[in-house]
């Protein structure tokens, strides 16, 4: 009987569930939130906007758009003890600390532990804005100055920016945080927010699925990607060197970070938008070499695209941030700002019509056998 049954490693092309909140069609390389293309959302929405699309089904009016982003900004605040907690784990990987501080709030915010479409709605606006809170505390204590106080003027992107820095950032920097944040918003049943999607199937809050999520993101493999991308640019060193490195990389059979994805085959459509970004911002200070290594390794990669090998949305981000002075260690921490309306819708749409999410393993292991005493082993 074993003998016959299908084994789905990885759950590699299996469909789990219907969703009504995002669309990927990996052969043609689209990808659209509620029925809009991500090339409109990129080039003429906000990341508030693309949050209340995805939360509440639909594009906000003017007073919808006032109403959530109002609310948004109200959640800007973080009880105190979580600053405790920063900055007794300053010295750990910024992922770590988030997650420790994400799981802190369950229990120091009394709210957390409702469930129900309200609660999850509430809850969810809330995190939006405590993520980066949490994150540009965190940068702030560990180079040993104070958190910088949230700015009620600035959008969600602005603000960001401004909490990790202490500057207010230019027009155009704070564009492509959002832009980035617009990119990596929602994506399906990607590992991250199936887990999350497992922890709600148990009936458990949003805060829990939140640090599931938080805790599967965090691998090379997925949300850590673009981290090791900036790490390989690093390695390279100058264009010329790509096509060798990609030639040994390849030898010794291992993956070329930022390229190939679970559900893409063609190039993932995230990807151009963040090409443009790393070209323009590179030009504009005076530095162009990374985009150059970049495409140089593109260039290198070029055989193995007609098996569906291409760069991914993690491949270009990380230069990007690198422009902006961001340390390397922030990369999937950024990721998680963006993917928090993703996560949350997903988990609301779980809760919905919930059910236990428990697949079998077929068991491989030995027969039956009898007990032996320890005194006989
Ligand atoms: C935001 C995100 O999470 S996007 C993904 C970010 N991750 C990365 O960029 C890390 C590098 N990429 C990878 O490790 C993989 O492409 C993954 C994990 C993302 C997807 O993996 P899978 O779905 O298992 O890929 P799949 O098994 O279909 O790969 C097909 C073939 O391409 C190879 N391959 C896949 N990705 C790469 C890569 N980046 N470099 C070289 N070869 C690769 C596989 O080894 C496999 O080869 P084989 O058939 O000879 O064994
Ligand atoms: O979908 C996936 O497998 C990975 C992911 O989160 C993304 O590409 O944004």
Redesign the pocket.
């Known amino acids: 009987m074993t003998d016959t049954v299908k084994i789905n490693r990885?759950l590699?092309g299996i469909y789990f569930e219907r969703s009504g909140v995002s669309h990927i069609d990996g052969t043609k390389g689209e990808l659209s939130y509620r029925g809009y293309s991500i090339h409109d959302l990129a080039t003429q929405a906000t990341f508030e906007e693309v949050c209340f699309l995805l939360i509440h089904g639909d594009l906000p009016n003017t007073d919808e758009l006032a109403t959530f982003d109002a609310a948004l900004k109200a959640a800007r605040t973080l009880p105190e003890p979580i600053f405790e907690i920063i900055r007794a784990t300053a010295d750990g990987h910024p992922m770590n600390v988030l997650r420790t501080a994400v799981s802190a709030l369950a229990a120091l915010e009394p709210d957390s532990r409702n469930t129900g479409e309200d609660a999850f709605i509430a809850n969810g606006i809330r995190l939006t804005s405590q993520v980066p809170m949490i994150i540009a505390a965190h940068e702030n204590i560990r180079n040993g100055r104070a958190p910088v106080p949230a700015d009620p003027t600035l959008s969600h992107a602005a603000n960001w920016l401004w909490m990790l820095k202490g500057e207010k950032p230019s027009d155009d920097a704070a564009r492509l945080a959002d832009v980035d944040f617009i990119l990596?918003a929602e994506?399906g049943a990607?590992?991250?927010t199936f887990a999350a999607r497992v922890t709600i199937g148990t009936e458990a809050n949003l805060h829990g699925a939140i640090v599931t999520a938080l805790s599967t993101?965090a691998g090379?493999?997925?949300?850590?990607?673009?981290e090791?991308?900036m790490k390989m640019v690093h390695e390279i060193g100058t264009p010329d060197k790509a096509a060798d490195y990609v030639k040994a990389?390849?030898k010794a059979?291992?993956?070329?970070?930022?390229?190939?994805?679970?559900?893409y085959r063609a190039e993932?459509p995230r990807a151009r938008h963040m090409r443009d970004g790393v070209q323009k911002l590179g030009e504009e200070m005076g530095a162009p070499e990374w985009y150059e290594i970049l495409q140089a390794v593109v260039e290198a990669?070029k055989p193995?695209a007609r098996?569906?090998?291409n760069v991914?949305?993690?491949?270009y981000s990380g230069v990007i941030y690198q422009l902006h002075g961001i340390p390397m260690d922030l990369y999937v921490p950024i990721?998680a700002i963006g993917r928090m309306p993703g996560w949350i819708v997903q988990c609301i749409e779980q809760q919905r019509s919930n059910i236990l999410i428990r697949p079998l393993t077929l068991y491989n292991g030995p027969e039956m056998r009898s007990f032996v005493p320890i005194s006989d082993r």
């Open positions: 990885g590699k990596h994506h990607n590992a991250s993101l090379p493999a997925h949300g850590g990607a673009a090791d991308v990389k390849r059979r291992e993956a070329v970070t930022g390229f190939g994805h679970r559900v993932d990669m193995y098996h569906g090998l991914n949305v993690d491949f990721f």
